[in-house]
Structures are given as structure tokens and as C-alpha cells.
């Protein structure tokens, strides 16, 4: 069995956290480092309901520009140290993986890693990773999301254009790449006789499967 880590930036003290107990977790709450940051947001449950589906779908596509975390069971409390309130972990990872792929628009890839913990079985905390997005920015219900330093904000026109037009910008080392790849056809035109088909494909988002660093064990 292969067990891969969900890495989160938590500071540049502690740019990769990769939490895989409620001790890992209780100690970054010791040294002051679970607050919400552009790349970490804490949320203390994620409630039933269609509402709640709607604002999950908010808080992901808001990581989607530059990434972050969602960290699920542990609490804001105001002018203290957050505190940990374990949450059901049953069916949640999928429920938080069709949200982001039927409530956000372009839907988004999301990682999550259950982490068990509290006195009953079957509590826990959920670490839902959101990669930068190749599409970005994704919107929800018509209206497009973003991250500032500590909550998740409302893309003006002009930031949308801005990121629409970083995107197109991106795409055009694959068409340089692929007028290379048509120049260097090994078959005559003159003897070409049937169509032809050329590909060149450039990775936007890592998989966590791909990347070896991302392994715990084996």
C-alpha cells in the first residue's frame, strides 16, 4: 500500500507541513502556526446541507490561483489560539471531491487525507489540498474567487482579465513546441497522402502520483 503526504505551507519557517496525526496537528497549534494565512484556511465543520455544499465550493475555488489548504475540525476562536474540534470523517473526502467537481466552475481537482483523532472512532480531521489550477481562476454560481492574505475575496473584472490573459500567455511555449514538431515531419509533402495528427502536451498540475517526494511509505 502507498501512502501519499498532503504538503501545506504554513510559514516560511514551515513551508512544507505534512500533518498525518492529530499530533502533528497539535503541535503546529502549540508553536503558533495554525492561522490562517493566503494558503491556509481553518474550518471547524463542514455543515450538511445544499448551502453548505455552495460554500465549500467557494472556499476551494479560492485556493485554485496559487493553491492552498483547507484544514477541516479545527476552530477560530477570537483573540486565542485556535482549538481542535474533531469532526465525522465518514463519506466527507467525497463529499468534498464532488463539490469541487460539480459546484466549481471549471471543475477542480482537490486532494484530501483523512486524519484520525479525538476519544471517538471514526472522528477526525480532513486536510483537503488544492493545487494552483492550470484553469484558473474557477467560479462558483457566476462569480469568481480569490484569496487575500487571511479570507477568501470577490475577483474584480479586471483581475479575471488579467488572469484570463496569464493563461493564454502560458499556452504559447506548447505552440511553439508543436511548429517545431510539424517542421520536423520525416514524410515529404509531396508524399504525404493521409492526415496527420501532432500532440504536444504540458503538464499544468502535478499529480501527487507522480511526484516521488510526495511518498510516505511503502
Known sequence: MITFVTDAYLSPRTPRWSPTTEGDIESALRDGLLEETHFLDLKREIAPG??????????????????????????????????????????????????????????????????????DAGMGYLVVQVAASGQAPHMVEGVYYGRGDK??????????????????????????ELARYVER?????????QAQLFVVAVPLTPQPEMMLSGLLHR
Do not use: C, M, W, Y
Open 50 to 119: 445544499r448551502a453548505a455544499n455552495k460554500e465549500l465550493a467557494r472556499d476551494l475555488a479560492q485556493f485554485a490561483i496559487d493553491g492552498g489548504t483547507l484544514l477541516v475540525g479545527v476552530a477560530e476562536v477570537k483573540d486565542s489560539l485556535p482549538q481542535l474540534e474533531p469532526q465525522p470523517l465518514h463519506g466527507l473526502s467525497e463529499r468534498v471531491e464532488q463539490v469541487a467537481r460539480s459546484l466549481v466552475d471549471p471543475p477542480l481537482a482537490v486532494t484530501t487525507a483523512p486524519i484520525q483523532g479525538g476519544k
Open 151 to 176: 479570507t477568501r475575496t470577490r475577483l474584480s473584472d479586471e483581475e479575471v482579465r488579467r488572469l484570463h490573459a496569464g493563461r493564454a500567455a502560458d499556452v504559447e511555449p506548447a505552440r511553439h
Open 185 to 193: 515531419d520525416p514524410i515529404p509533402a509531396d508524399l504525404r497522402r
